[in-house]
């Protein structure tokens, strides 16, 4: 008992509840029951309280909880000069932080701290009072504990396809029947499916994130009420660029969820930093696409064409095409010069590093190497269009037999899969019948699964040949589209030339080589 001192102190209650507790459902730990023993120990005492101190749903390992701050604002202003708490663990499971307060700030303030179902009293010369060190590393290391054991459980259920991510990804919404599954927010997607059209189309980072600005479209801030700490968008309705490349470059957006791209240093200090690549955790088709998988990875490509490419006064058709033969870095399009209306071309590494002369200038009108470029890509185009014709026909009926072949194939070796798999369940059950040996079903078990895994393999391959000749096909019909377009448009549009065009190279003695998106058939 210390009642005979309560005239001298002023008592502060300290009482705080992490979510690792509450996830374990602990009784014992609740706020109510911290509160009703600390009141009732009090009470017992004689203790004059002053203030009662609750932070709930804050780790013991971080000490910025608003609470527990007010408190120590409280004792140095000379307002409280006793601190109780159910037991040590509720002041923090970091021995060095929860030392420090027991060992040096409390008798700097000259506090007296009791943690009551520790018998714990900095005040009363005692062996429990010893072994307090102990106590708190005991605390750091059930802290440790749950930080190793609920990153495991995260990252078993990334392992599993189930999102475990805080907010969602613009365009998705978390399934009200499974919070770890995603389902579309028809309204967000919408302009997802428009972000892509528009990278597509040949516009940049920077056009898009302009025309979506200016159409006043909602930004993923204003949706999720998330207040942007960059200068760049101090108030909601303005696109960034980079939120533009985050939203292209998402294979979320084809149902495929990439997650552990980042993690803490660890379970006490709380900095996030990226990790590698190779450990992110990559599960597939895990939830409904926004974007088609071929257009997403169509994008892909074209992204490099469109970045760098800011608001100019003049767009130009091969913006982000062109390449230096020599050096391999972009080659730039000048403005155009009022005194005689033309524009060039010139090497960005030359361009840098001028004085170094490590490259040279590649300077070229580049009105004319427009309709230099433009009209061999229609020789090309049209060579294209001829032979593909002559390969179409002479192709059409082998690979309408070779169709009908391999769906026969995939039909009879799909017959066998399941006669084999049926076979399997007969002598399992023939085994539980005691009909056969456990030897003799192992020796036919092992037999029949050499052979399903045979027939499995065969399946597969056939599927994917047919799988990539209908894609070839795909890609070969969408070549042929762009082509005609290309040929019977007098003025062929961006988007056009960025599909049929992948790089083109200028070299410093004028040489121009064109590399297509397409190959010539043979």
């Not at 159910?86 to 932080?97: A, P």
């Not at 700490?229 to 292209?248: A, V």
């Not at 209306?341 to 030359?350: A, L, M």
Request: aromatic share 10%; glycine share 4%.
């Amino acid at each position: 008992m210390i009642s005979s001192l309560n005239n001298i102190y002023n008592v502060g209650l300290y009482i705080r509840l992490s979510r690792e507790d509450d996830d374990k459902v602990l009784i014992s730990e609740s706020i109510t029951n911290q509160k009703s023993l600390l009141l009732q120990y009090a009470k017992e005492n004689n203790l004059n309280i002053c203030d009662i101190y609750i932070d709930d749903g804050y780790s013991g390992t971080n000490f910025d909880r608003p609470n527990f701050n007010r408190l120590l604002k409280d004792i140095e202003l000379g307002k409280i000069n006793m601190v109780i708490t159910k037991d040590m663990s509720r002041l923090g499971r970091d021995y060095i932080g929860t030392g420090n307060l027991i060992e040096k700030y409390f008798p700097e303030h000259n506090v007296r701290y009791i943690a009551v179902t520790d018998n714990i009293d900095t005040f009363l010369d005692s062996s429990n009072n010893d072994i307090a060190p102990f106590k708190a590393i005991m605390n750091d290391m059930y802290a440790k504990d749950i930080s190793k054991k609920i990153k495991s459980s995260l990252k078993a259920k990334m392992k599993e396809g189930k999102w475990v991510g805080g907010r969602t990804p613009f365009g998705y919404d978390q399934d009200k029947n499974d919070k770890n599954h995603l389902v579309i927010n028809q309204e967000q997607a919408s302009v997802v499916k428009r972000i892509f059209n528009m990278c597509m189309s040949g516009l940049s980072f920077y056009k898009i994130a302009k025309q979506l600005t200016n159409e006043k479209v909602k930004t993923p801030a204003e949706y999720y009420s998330f207040e942007w700490k960059s200068h760049y968008n101090l108030k909601y309705g303005k696109w960034h660029p980079k939120t533009i490349r985050d939203i292209l470059t998402n294979r979320i957006y084809i149902g495929d969820l990439v997650q552990n791209k980042r993690n803490k240093v660890n379970y006490k200090v709380k900095k996030i930093v990226k990790n590698n690549t190779n450990d992110y955790i990559v599960v597939e088709n895990t939830h409904e696409a926004i974007i088609d998988k071929e257009l997403f990875y169509e994008t892909q490509k074209r992204i490099p064409k469109n970045v760098g490419r800011n608001e100019k006064k003049e767009n130009h058709l091969l913006d982000g095409l062109l390449y230096c033969g020599e050096c391999g870095h972009r080659i730039s399009i000048t403005s155009r010069r009022k005194k005689d209306d033309r524009c060039y071309t010139i090497c960005n590494y030359y361009r840098t590093y001028m004085k170094k002369r490590l490259c040279t200038t590649h300077s070229n009108n580049y009105d004319k190497l427009e309709k230099i470029i433009i009209n061999s890509l229609t020789k090309m185009c049209l060579n294209y269009i001829s032979q593909d014709k002559i390969r179409n026909n002479v192709l059409s009926n082998l690979n309408k037999n070779n169709k009908v072949n391999n769906k026969k194939g995939l039909e009879i070796l799909n017959n066998d899969i399941k006669q084999i798999n049926d076979n399997l369940d007969y002598i399992y059950i023939d085994k539980l019948n005691k009909k056969i040996t456990d030897e003799q079903f192992e020796r036919v078990k092992s037999k029949l699964e050499h052979e399903l895994s045979i027939k499995q393999k065969e399946y597969n391959k056939l599927n994917d040949d047919i799988n990539e000749t209908i894609n070839e096909e795909l890609k070969n019909k969408l070549i042929r589209e762009y082509i005609n377009k290309f040929i019977y448009f007098k003025n062929p549009s961006r988007e056009l030339i960025v599909n049929l065009i992948d790089k083109i190279e200028i070299f410093e003695d004028k040489t121009i080589n064109i590399k297509v998106t397409f190959s010539m058939p043979k």
